[in-house]
């Protein structure tokens, strides 16, 4: 079992930059894939990037590869994402997930844990 609390959000102008935060419980926090999707309102979740439980594998999706960036820290038992060139199209709910068999890819029926979501806003 693994709880996962996002944080790091909030308003932003377009251009800038926010990092976001996902502490996770438990010991093997190590062995987990480790990803993160948004959900804007009246839209589905979408994948954004995910990082193997080694960190030596990162998967983004086209829409944010090369201003968002997926990294972990396993002494802290931290996932992070940073955001770079913000635009309002990035506003949503961010949440973090956690895969048990290391997957990395966009399909959210491949993560077993997920977090409560926190809010990026992106104004113009």
């Known amino acids: 079992q693994v709880q996962l609390v996002e944080s790091g959000g909030g308003l932003v102008q377009a251009g800038g930059s926010l990092r976001l935060s996902c502490a996770a419980s438990g010991r093997t926090f190590r062995t987990y894939a480790m990803g993160w999707f948004r959900q804007a309102p009246g839209k589905e979740r979408e994948f954004v990037g995910a990082?193997?439980?080694?960190?030596?594998?990162?998967n983004y999706a086209d829409s944010v590869r090369g201003r968002f960036t997926v990294s972990r820290d396993s002494a802290k038992n931290t996932v992070y994402l940073q955001m770079n060139s913000l635009k309002p199209e990035d506003t949503a709910v961010y949440y973090c997930?956690?895969?048990?068999?290391?997957?990395?890819?966009?399909?959210?029926?491949?993560?077993?844990?997920w977090g409560q979501g926190t809010q990026v806003t992106v104004s113009s």
């Open positions: 990082i193997s439980s080694s960190g030596g594998s990162t």
């Open positions: 997930a956690a895969s048990a068999v290391s997957y990395i890819g966009p399909e959210a029926k491949g993560y077993d844990y």
